[in-house]
């Protein structure tokens, strides 16, 4: 009986698993909830990875912008302060505030001029040599990215960092006709200066459709944070104003030594700290390419400040403090383009040939062709600008940064190290325009300032020093 009942009872248990597929499909009020429950639950699971992704996207763009933003105030600070406290510190304490001023001053002309029609013309899609003014008076220029040139920060982020690197380019010049040029001058000659020759070199290595672009130019020029843009243009750009207006009264007779080693020591090292804003801010995002770029800046700077000292010491049997900090600014200036394609251990070679390369510019090439660049400015940026560009086309790696690929959108060689020597020759071009550029614009811009204001300062006004006869004041009043 038990077994029988067993029996029966298995049989309906099977029965009911076989027809209740069949009755639960044919059941309309039993068929609608599943399918319905299930595309809900899919639906939430959707829109929660939707949720999470642009959590994410937005902590990104959040911590790029911050990134870019204290990039930008380490930018500036180096015009307002290192290069003010460096020049300041190496001329004559009767020029002091003068050579001081001229840096500060840019902050203020060159953050104006880029407000009207400076950037537009820079990062605007126009000619191969320069944009339109479709971002005049930053219309436009708002909380969206530019995705062309930084798709995680806002335009305004890019706009306000890219300015710093236009306030300090014109500001460098200004170390080579240091204690000789008037104030209205150097304002004249620096509003014209900054459009005729920085914006389009700048255009042309930086712009969407630029013809040095690297990625889109039909001559693509590898130059990371601005070796040809600010150094080698600023640095030629010196030497011909420093030609053009001839020497200082009494060089080289008279001796014209640094009025403060220590201003000037404090100066170097506020720029060293700012060009990690320079070169690892390059990378528009708080990435792995920002590491190995600011990496690759403080190797590069600790390499030439030996470098120079080194050589100093062999050549005089002393290694002076005024050495070491122009050999760490000579290995920064080399770096600057190549800091985002090269890793530590070509920093550092690139940084002790910068170094010793720019002390020979410096003492030996100076001295034989008898040039007064107050600040060796042309040996410093000019020289060590143009070597740190073709040092970028022997050292640049696609292992740090892919910069070249082909069709399939595989990385390809970037540099000789990698297989392209072909890339020497794309950076040979590059310092040849940024040369031919700056000065041929430098020399025009100068007679034309000459001819409507005049240049120089008299002779009684250069002998009682820039402080008084172009600012009324002093710099040092002890008696106060």
Aim: some cysteine; glycine content about 12%; aromatic content about 10%.
């Amino acid at each position: 009986m038990q077994r029988r009942i067993l029996r029966i009872l298995v049989g309906l248990t099977v029965t009911f698993i076989l027809l209740a597929p069949a009755g639960f499909a044919q059941a309309p009020s039993m068929s609608r909830p599943l399918p319905a429950a299930g595309a809900t639950a899919s639906q939430d699971i959707q829109s929660r990875i939707s949720a999470l992704e642009q959590q994410a996207a937005d902590a990104r763009t959040a911590g790029d912008n911050a990134w870019m933003l204290v990039c930008a105030a380490l930018v500036l600070m180096m015009t307002g302060l290192g290069l003010a406290l460096f020049y300041g510190g190496l001329v004559r304490k009767k020029n002091v505030l003068a050579t001081m001023m001229q840096s500060f001053i840019m902050m203020g002309v060159v953050t104006v001029l880029w407000a009207f029609f400076g950037y537009s013309l820079v990062f605007h899609a126009g000619s191969r040599f320069i944009g339109n003014l479709d971002y005049l008076f930053l219309r436009g220029v708002g909380a969206a990215p530019d995705p062309d040139y930084a798709a995680t920060i806002p335009q305004q982020t890019f706009m306000v960092y890219q300015l710093m690197f236009a306030i300090i380019t014109p500001a460098l010049i200004t170390g080579a006709f240091a204690e000789r040029m008037k104030f209205k001058a150097m304002l004249l000659f620096m509003v014209l200066w900054t459009i005729i020759v920085y914006d389009p070199m700048a255009h042309m290595v930086w712009g969407k459709d630029g013809l040095l672009n690297a990625t889109v130019g039909a001559i693509p020029t590898l130059d990371f944070a601005g070796g040809t843009v600010v150094h080698v243009t600023s640095g030629i750009s010196a030497l011909v104003c420093a030609l053009y207006l001839g020497k200082r009264v009494g060089f080289p007779k008279e001796a014209m030594p640094p009025h403060s080693v220590v201003l000037s020591l404090i100066g170097a090292c506020l720029l060293w700290v700012g060009w990690f804003g320079f070169n690892a801010g390059s990378a528009l995002a708080a990435g792995s390419l920002a590491t190995s770029a600011f990496v690759a800046t403080h190797f590069a700077a600790a390499a030439a400040a030996l470098g120079w000292a080194a050589a100093e010491w062999i050549r005089t049997g002393k290694a002076s403090v005024l050495g070491a900090i122009s050999g760490a600014v000579a290995g920064l200036v080399a770096i600057t383009p190549a800091a985002g394609f090269v890793g530590p251990m070509s920093a550092l070679a690139i940084g002790v040939i910068a170094g010793v390369a720019c002390y020979q510019m410096v003492t030996r090439v100076k001295s034989k062709f008898g040039y007064d660049d107050s600040l060796d400015v042309f040996g410093v940026h000019g020289a060590g600008g143009t070597l740190g560009a073709l040092l970028t086309g022997v050292f640049a790696a696609k292992a740090i940064n892919p910069v070249f690929k082909n069709a399939q959108g595989v990385a390809t060689a970037v540099g000789l190290i990698d297989g392209h020597a072909g890339q020497i020759l794309n950076q040979l071009f590059g310092v040849a325009i940024a040369w031919g550029l700056g000065i041929v614009g430098t020399l025009v811009i100068l007679k034309v300032v000459d001819s409507l204001v005049g240049l120089r300062v008299t002779e009684e006004q250069e002998i009682q020093g820039l402080d008084l006869s172009q600012h009324g004041e002093e710099g040092y009043n002890f008696e106060a």
